[in-house]
C-alpha cells in the first residue's frame, strides 16, 4: 500500500474518532408504541380503540427490560437509539481501516 493511501487512512480514522466524541447520548434497544386501557367504561379504549404509549424496551444479561417513555421523553429515546446506530457504523468503518493497515504494517504503540 502506497503512503498517500496510508495517510488517507490515517485521516479518515482521526475524523471517526472525531465523530465518536461528538455524537451524545447512545442507547442500545427500540421504542415501542404499546396500546392500553384506562378501565374507564366509557372510554373509547373499552371498545377496543386502545391508547398507544411509548416505552423504550433493551435485553439486558438475557432479559427484557421496558420502561415507559411518554410523548415527552421518546424523541429522545429516538436520538440516542440513532446515535447508537451511528457509532456502529463509525465502528464498522473503523474496524475496516484498521484492518487495511495492519495489513500494511501500519501499527500504533500498544500502551
Partial sequence: MDKKKIQQLKRRRKTLGKKITELGPIMRGSVVEL??????????????????????????????????????????????????KILLAIVDEMSIINLELLKAGVVKKLD
Fill in 35 to 84: 396500546g392500553a386501557t384506562c378501565g374507564n367504561p366509557n372510554c373509547r379504549c373499552a371498545r377496543g380503540e386502545k391508547h398507544m404509549k411509548y416505552y423504550f424496551s433493551m435485553s439486558l444479561k438475557g432479559k427484557t427490560k421496558i420502561i415507559y417513555l411518554g410523548k415527552p421523553r421518546e424523541p429522545f429515546a429516538r436520538q440516542y437509539l440513532k446515535n447508537y
